[in-house]
Each structure stands twice: as C-alpha cells, then as structure tokens.
C-alpha cells in the first residue's frame, strides 16, 4: 500500500481546473434502481489489482456496456496507472460510452489531481487523507462533481460526516493488512447516518453476500473482481437481481 500512496503523490493534476457541468447523480441512479425492483449495483471495471491474479486486456467500453445491459446502475472506473491499469483517458471513453453514474476510483491526495479528469463522483479514502478530508470534499464539490468517502472503521464514519460526506462507501477491505471481512460492514454501518447514501464495498463475491449487505443496510454495492471474472453481463446481472 504505501508504494501505492507514494506513486499517487507524486502522480501529476490536471493543467487547468475542470468544471463538470451535469454530473450524473449517484444517489438518484440508486433511487431508480430501487424503483425498478433492483438492487443498486456499481460494477467496477478493472484491469488488474494488487489483491487479484491476472490482467484482463478486454476493452474498458466493451466492458462498461456489458455491465451497464447487466444493470448496473452506475460504474467504477479504476484511474490508477501503476499498480491497477487504469487511466484518465479509460474514464473519458467510459463516460462518453454510457449513460450511469461514472465514478472515478483512485487515490487522490491533492486538489489538483481533481482536475485530471471531469468525473461524476470521485472516491477520498478517510484513512489516507486525514485533515485533508474537508477541504477536498469542498474543492470537489466546487468543481460540480459528487463524492464517495470511504471508510473502514467507526472513528472514520465520525471524521467523514463531520468533513460533510454525504456518500459514504464501507470498505469492508483493510487497506493495511488487505485482508476482508464482511462483518465490517455489519459493525461500522449502524454508525452511519440514515440520510447518507451507504455502500458496501469489496469482497461481495456471491448474491447471497450481496444480499448480506443489503440486509445490514447498503444502499448499494460496489462489486469489482466478481463482475469482472467471467461475463461481465450475466455476472452484473446476478448480483443486480439478488
């Protein structure tokens, strides 16, 4: 993880401040999904991982579509170039290619890696930005686009609704250790304000888990590695009709 973190500090913002004019709402995705008798899923398109065998060389579009026909009803994109393949420019063609929620997944420690790519909703991780929090929910939100705050443990929810998350993303994955547990989830989310839009996040592997999740009060699910091995289509499917 920290040779993660060192590549994202040292990795580069955009040349000019963006402004996301329209930004695709997460929490409204979420709503019709519900609506629809479905379950709100955020496929996550991903190359490779540290924490996955392989590297999948299909293309990012081809595979957002799948997912969206599956219904999904928003994607991840991983933008993170070292250590999960990702790129600014795979969010761009992804964005342009569907028409959910696109949320950018990276490790953002400064304001102006913001401006590399005009986003939906960008992902800030409580653990790693510390008092950085508040202010880069603000520089996001002033930029037009939403925010995920990902947390781990009770004393982040409090940090996270205190710097003004009103999307908060459970990970039920310790980022130090790397190692899942759903219970995680289960524990951390009663701490969660009823108005905040919840996900859980990682190690949703099964309906019956995504079912779990749901049941211990997820809004919705960010599922990466078991959409993506397979067919992305009939997976996102599963998981969307669990």
Known sequence: ??????????????????AVDGARSLPAAFAAAEAAGRTPVVAEV??????????SDRDPVELAEEMVTGGAAALSVLTEPDHFGGSVENYERVRAAVDVPVLRKDFLLEEAQLDAVEADVVLLIARFLGDDLGPMIEAARERGMQVLVEVHT?????RAIAAGAEIIGINNRDLAALDVDLGTFEEVAPTVPEDATLLAESGISTPAEARRMRQAGADGLLIGTAIMDGDPRENTSEFVNA
Do not use: N
């Open 1 to 18: 993880m920290q040779s993660i973190l060192d590549a994202a500090r040292e990795r580069p913002g955009g040349d000019e401040r963006v």
């Open 46 to 55: 991903k190359p490779t991982s540290p924490t996955t065998e392989g590297e």
């Open 154 to 158: 009770r004393e982040e929810v409090e």
